[in-house]
């Protein structure tokens, strides 16, 4: 931990002149300094809850106010990583709720934020492990891990690189929730408690029969001609350029869209986008999406929701490299037919489910184009229909209730 800590004092300038520079672009707010290194003035909050930014905290908002209802002698502080996301949580309006963002992981900062809230629990979402607050929240109270992912690739690097770090960590957990059995059998092997790990559940599986199919895209287009590339990484857009092409060439799609996972790489996918001579227009660009156009470059942040909205289709990328593949909940919500790459071992026990019962199809580079092909709007709906009852989740009162039990409180210790 002293290892840990030390590089973090050694960062600590560099993550200063950071939020300088996204205060200075208008990215952040005017406190976002004070709440990053926990100077912000705020009131007592019992409850501690992070998640990194809008998805996750968004598939979390149901528990939110589930512990919000059963527990009204709690005042929650609810931290996250992006501005975009306290501004989203802020305009929830829940009750007893405030949003700031989390205070880094030093020693300081989270001192500090502690000083001004006085938590005593922490609740924090899939993957957010931080050691500093994690250790620090531990001799204060219960830390609860929600819906928590540990990929085969991070559980071989902590291994690696911090064994004893993880081990510390892992025995301070009062609770962890995995979201599938590989993540939970993992997170034992690192040396959580086995009677420690609580029931399964994938957040963002929560609330899929709410979600409503979104508008047809506005160049009149029928949804089923539009197709969406979710996240693409780096040797994606190649593939799915491609894909899409041939299956444009023979009348299958009328729109793609595409939308990098990192829009930092634009003048990158802009070149290639532009080598196939489709007609194209770029969203941050604010280049309008008009008639004709076939490839709309979706590069900008938090509007994923109203892509999965006007697509009938929707390929999930980060799975034709090593990323491990992004979410299938996400388009599963909102309809949209699934394909995805032969790598998805970030959310291997969902897309088993999913193959298995006929809710997504499979695909390679190799294979992308004639897949496209066989998409009419009959098959789509076919897809996303088994997609829904595949990846709806079973009752999630079990985890609620040893959430519950596990917070601090009158009963309870």
Not at 260 to 277: D, W, Y
Not at 354 to 376: I, Q, S
Request: net charge neutral; glycine share 8%; aromatic share 6%.
């Amino acid at each position: 931990m002293g290892l840990y800590r030390a590089i973090l004092w050694i960062l600590t300038p560099a993550l200063a002149l950071h939020l300088l520079v996204l205060r200075v672009r208008g990215l952040v707010g005017a406190g976002a300094f004070a709440e990053r290194f926990g100077l912000a003035t705020g009131g007592e909050a019992e409850l501690w809850l992070h998640g990194a930014s809008n998805g996750e905290l968004t598939s979390a908002r149901w528990l939110i106010e589930r512990i919000i209802a059963a527990r009204p002698d709690l005042r929650l502080v609810i931290t996250c990583n992006s501005w975009t996301a306290r501004q989203m949580v802020s305009d929830w309006h829940l009750p007893r709720t405030s949003a700031r963002l989390a205070p880094f992981d030093t020693a300081g900062a989270v001192r500090r934020f502690r000083k001004v809230w006085r938590p005593r629990a922490l609740v924090f979402l899939e993957n957010e492990l931080w050691p500093e607050r994690i250790l620090q929240m531990a001799d204060a109270g219960p830390v609860i891990c929600i819906g928590a992912r540990m990929s085969e690739r991070s559980a071989r690097r902590w291994a690696r690189v911090a064994p004893k770090l993880m081990a510390l960590i892992m025995a301070r957990l009062r609770l962890v929730s995995a979201q599938d059995a590989g993540s939970a059998k993992r997170f034992v092997t690192l040396g959580l408690p086995q009677e420690r790990l609580g029931p399964q559940l994938m957040l963002k599986a929560h609330g899929l029969d709410d979600a409503e199919p979104g508008p047809s895209a506005p160049v009149g287009a029928a949804r089923d001609r539009v197709l969406l590339a979710a996240s693409t990484h780096e040797g994606e857009e190649a593939i799915v350029l491609n894909g899409f092409a041939e299956a444009h060439r023979d009348g299958a799609f009328d729109l793609l869209i595409l939308a990098p996972r990192h829009p930092r790489r634009i003048a990158e996918v802009r070149a290639l986008v532009q080598a196939t001579g489709l007609p194209f227009a770029i969203r941050s660009a604010n280049q309008p999406l008009t008639p004709g156009i076939a490839v709309y470059v979706a590069d900008t942040l938090g509007e994923m929701a109203q892509w999965y909205a006007m697509a009938g289709v929707t390929l999930v990328c980060g799975s034709f490299g090593d990323a491990g593949g992004h979410t299938p909940y996400e388009p599963a919500a909102h309809r949209s037919a699934i394909l995805h790459g032969p790598n998805v071992a970030n959310f291997a026990d969902a897309y088993a489910a999913l193959d298995a019962a006929g809710g997504a199809l499979a695909v390679t580079a190799e294979t992308l184009g004639a897949a496209l092909k066989t998409l009419d709007m009959d098959r789509q709906l076919a897809l996303a229909s088994a997609a829904r009852a595949a990846l709806t989740p079973a009752d999630e009162s079990a985890l609620v209730t040893a959430v519950l039990q596990a917070l601090p409180g009158q009963d309870n210790g």
